[in-house]
């Protein structure tokens, strides 16, 4: 397993949750890297990602409540989720950015009640 990701939960809305992906380094030095989250129902779509110099992407659904960041030290990338909604509820995964088959995971599970 090279990609793995921690941190989901279930959490009431407007709530927070910080997503942590631990990738290897081979993995991680010099590759864009995402946040996906599929579902129930609906196409894996790319939430957020970041370079590898720090600039950043945000599907419109997420802008000013999630914030992507990277420690290329450490190889792990986090994902700040904040005033979650119920719509946020999905399983999260970690991937480069186009995401590679071979590096999906089992991705983290979101769930937000109201």
């Known amino acids: 397993v090279q990609l793995v990701e921690s941190g989901g939960g279930l959490v009431q809305t407007g709530g927070s949750l910080r997503l942590s992906c631990a990738a290897s380094?081979?993995?991680?030095?010099?590759?864009?890297m995402g946040w996906y989250r599929q579902a129930p129902g609906k196409q894996r779509e790319l939430v957020a990602h970041i370079t590898n110099g720090g600039s950043t992407y945000y599907v419109d659904s997420v802008k000013g409540r999630f914030a992507i960041s990277r420690d290329n030290a450490k190889n792990t990338v986090y994902l700040q989720m904040n005033s979650l909604k119920p719509e946020d509820t999905a399983v999260y995964y970690c991937?480069?950015?186009?995401?590679?088959?071979?590096?999906w995971g089992q991705g983290t599970q979101v769930a937000v009640f109201s």
């Open positions: 991937n480069t950015v186009p995401g590679l088959r071979i590096y």
């Open positions: 380094g081979t993995i991680f030095s010099d590759n864009t």
